[in-house]
């Protein structure tokens, strides 16, 4: 928490604002929000801050970073109501999404590293073709094809003549990725989403940069949470520091 002390203790709005590059008027719109305690008044109106203020703002900076604004306001307004129990259930569920969004990255990224040795062991013209053919290598029955289709999961081309589905080399890619995810547990619209990446890259290679850059935010937000409860557990501490000083 960096904001100068002055007159015993008391601050301005700007005392707060300006070591964070916020304007005045931020920190007040922030107490008007209930992210920050309620300020006392002068005589003449106007607002008296102190050190816990400055620490209510360091925590909701903090926790904006890891969990977003929304999270981040909910859990000081729930502290600043005296319900920190809330407040931490809000932030346990948020952490709760991260590791979803970690645990769907990792299943992602070693279903895409199967596709590789299984698209190299293929031999060409022997998976694929029509629907009984490409559902009996994946192991798992047509109407299974027949409902990821449905799903925008697979895309099959109809032969001119029979009007038979025919699946080309870019299906069988995306139905072997739906059967690696499907066995993750994963429903199918968010296969879906996954499909549509591989095939917006055109295949499985492009995608590598895009993995990394979601493993580097799944990791800057991780680090950011802490950063955000060790502010928090600041926050609170200083609460009961000025709770026991005014008992």
């Known amino acids: 928490m960096a904001a100068n ?13 300006r070591p964070h590059g916020l304007s005045a008027q931020a920190v007040r719109n922030y107490e008007a929000a209930g992210i920050l305690p309620a300020a006392e008044r002068t005589a003449h109106g106007y607002r008296v801050y102190t050190p816990l203020h400055a620490h209510a703002l360091a925590a909701f900076l903090a926790l904006l970073a890891g969990h977003g604004h929304r999270t981040a306001a909910a859990v000081l307004r729930e502290v600043n109501d005296g319900a920190v129990d809330e407040a931490l259930r809000l932030i346990d569920e948020s952490h709760a999404r991260l590791l979803d969004d970690r645990r769907t990255l990792e ?10 040795p299984e698209a190299a062991g293929a031999v060409p013209g022997a998976a694929g073709g029509f629907i009984g053919a490409l ?24 032969d001119p003549v029979t009007g038979y589905r025919r699946y080309d080399e870019a299906d069988v890619r995306d139905a072997r990725l739906a059967r690696q995810l499907r ?35 799944v990791t800057a937000r991780g680090r950011a949470m802490v950063a955000g409860a060790a502010e928090l557990d600041a926050y609170l501490r200083a609460r009961e520091r000025t709770r026991k000083a005014t008992a």
């Open 5 to 17: 002390l002055q007159n015993g203790g008391r601050l301005r709005p700007v005392d707060l604002a």
């Open 107 to 116: 299943t992602v990224q070693g279903a895409l590293r199967d596709l590789v």
């Open 135 to 158: 559902a009996a290598e994946l192991g798992i029955r047509p109407a299974t094809l027949r409902k990821w289709e449905r799903a925008g999961l697979l895309r099959p081309r109809r």
């Open 183 to 217: 066995r993750g547990g994963y429903p199918l619209e968010r296969i879906a989403a996954v499909v549509a990446q591989v095939r917006s890259a055109g295949g499985v290679e492009p995608l590598e940069p895009a993995l990394h850059e979601w493993r580097d935010r």
